[in-house]
C-alpha cells in the first residue's frame, strides 16, 4: 500500500510541476490591415528656401475610399500654393482635402503645394467610405 501511495504522490508531484511549467497559450500577432492606398510623394523641386511637393493617392483595395492629408509646417515655412486639393490652415497645421473625395478601386488623384523653409511631407490617411 505504501508503494501505491508513494507512487501516487510522485505522479501527483510530476503533473503538478507540468502544469506550473506549461508554458501560456500563444495569442496570436495583430495583423495590421491592409492599407487602402499606394501613396507616392515626390519633391520634384527644391531652392535655398523653398520647394515643391507632388502627392499621387491610388486606391488599392477593392473597396472605395476617402482620403486627406496633413502637413506639420515647421516655423517659419508655410505653403505658398496648392493644387487639386481644398486646403485649410490652422496654426502649423495644415489640412489637404479633396475636390473629389471619394476613389473608386484603382482610381488616382494627384496634388501638391509649394511651400518655404524646410521641406515637409504629408501624412496622408485613406479609410473606407461608410
Known amino acids: 500500500m505504501r508503494?501505491?501511495?508513494?507512487?501516487?504522490?510522485?505522479?501527483v508531484a510530476l503533473l503538478a510541476a507540468l502544469v506550473v511549467a506549461?508554458?501560456?497559450?500563444?495569442?496570436?500577432?495583430?495583423?495590421?490591415?491592409?492599407p487602402y492606398c499606394d501613396v507616392q510623394i515626390t519633391v520634384p523641386a527644391q531652392w535655398p528656401n523653398g520647394y515643391i511637393v507632388s502627392v499621387t493617392v491610388r486606391n488599392i483595395s477593392d473597396v472605395p475610399v476617402t482620403w486627406h492629408a496633413t502637413v506639420t509646417l515647421q516655423p517659419p515655412g508655410y505653403i505658398v500654393q496648392a493644387w487639386n486639393a481644398n486646403v485649410t490652415v490652422s496654426g502649423t497645421t495644415v489640412w489637404i482635402r479633396p475636390w473629389n473625395p471619394v476613389l473608386q478601386p484603382g482610381q488616382s488623384v494627384n496634388f501638391g503645394y509649394t511651400g518655404t523653409g524646410r521641406v515637409v511631407l504629408p501624412q496622408v490617411v485613406c479609410e473606407p467610405v461608410t
Open 3 to 11: 508503494y501505491y501511495r508513494r507512487l501516487l504522490a510522485a505522479l
Open 22 to 34: 506549461a508554458p501560456a497559450p500563444a495569442r496570436a500577432a495583430a495583423i495590421p490591415p491592409a
